[in-house]
């Protein structure tokens, strides 16, 4: 565990819980069969699209998440105006596994995630194929490196997608946007597309601290209305702050909003002992979503950046 590791309060018991209608045990079990279908599937033509040309690839990468998305029951709902061609660097919140998906099932780009994603059985092989960009979050001497491949994969008019709270939150608060990639933004002269990911309800979408994959995977296929909203924000452009700090701030505060109705279970615990039990077992490198290697991997949802 590295101590400048980005971290959450956010804990299972409290945040990632049932809400609302549930669809019942068949028809969740029909949607995680389809769901694990619909993945295997793309795995499997993944190859196939290598020879096509950038925009092809996106286009079947937004109908293959699309699919997976409405296979696992959720609705997918997006407002305001996609970013016009060319580099950009996207930046959203992260509440889960699905935020990967849904993010690329309107906005297809090249993905950050950390260095284990590339070993991962099944899913390590696509994310390389899709031009994944993978950093090692453990060495923090690499981080400059790191921030130099960004810039230059903007700077060769890619599209960039990062999720800068560099762990994940439950939705109904928000992290501080770590600025590394922010400076790549700056260094390749790319504009800031912020995106703010709404789940509800939130607790059945919530993936955070030691939540197996398995039991989320149940929790999003057994809600009866699960719905995703991604809302493209307005652009920031190049030049619109002095450095990656500001810049970082901006976005941030664009993405998060008017404060919420409600906040963090896990942030209003009642005594002081539950509140550092809360805070011990919070979202902790190893076992959480950046950081499981032990687990069954979800998709790209490790994608993270640190500071």
């Keep these: 565990m590295s101590a400048w590791l980005p971290t ?9 819980t049932p809400e609302g209608p549930a669809a019942g045990p068949p028809r969740a079990a029909l949607r995680v069969a389809a769901g694990l279908t619909a993945v295997l599937a793309g795995l499997a033509l993944a190859p196939l699209t290598a020879p096509l040309r950038p925009a092809a690839r996106h286009r079947l990468t937004r109908v293959w998440c699309r699919t997976v998305l409405r296979a696992f029951g959720v609705r997918a709902r997006v407002t305001g105006a996609p970013p016009p061609p060319g580099p950009v660097l996207v930046v959203a919140n992260h509440v889960s596994w699905l935020d ?12 950050v995630a950390k260095r284990e994603v590339r070993h991962w059985p099944l899913l390590g092989p ?19 490196g790191a921030v130099r491949g960004l810039a230059h994969a903007l700077a060769a008019g890619h599209r960039v997608v990062v999720f800068p ?3 994940t939150w439950c939705g109904r608060a928000h992290g501080r946007f770590r600025p590394a990639a922010f400076q790549a933004a700056l260094d390749a002269g790319a504009a800031v597309q912020p995106v703010r990911i709404t789940y509800r309800p939130v607790g059945p979408a919530a993936f955070v601290g030691d939540d197996p994959l398995a039991v989320s995977l149940w929790r999003v296929a057994a809600a009866g209305r699960l719905t995703a909203e991604i809302r493209l924000l307005a652009p920031i452009p190049h030049g619109a702050h ?3 700090r500001a810049l970082a701030r901006a976005a941030r505060t664009a993405v998060a909003g008017p404060v919420p109705a409600t906040t963090c279970p896990a942030t209003t615990v009642p005594d002081a002992r539950q509140t550092a039990v809360a805070r ?7 076992p ?3 950081h499981r290697d032990s687990s069954i991997p979800a998709a790209s949802s490790s994608a993270a950046t640190p500071s």
């Design 126 to 144: 696509l994310a390389a194929l899709g031009g994944t960009l993978f950093l090692d979050r453990d060495r923090l001497r690499a981080l400059p």
């Design 100 to 111: 990967v998906a849904l993010v690329a099932a309107v906005l297809p780009g090249r993905m």
């Design 288 to 290: 959480s979503v950046h």
């Design 165 to 167: 709270e560099g762990s």
């Design 8 to 16: 959450a309060p956010c804990v299972p018991e409290r945040c990632a």
């Design 242 to 244: 002095p450095d990656r």
């Design 280 to 286: 011990d077992s919070a979202n902790r490198p190893a």
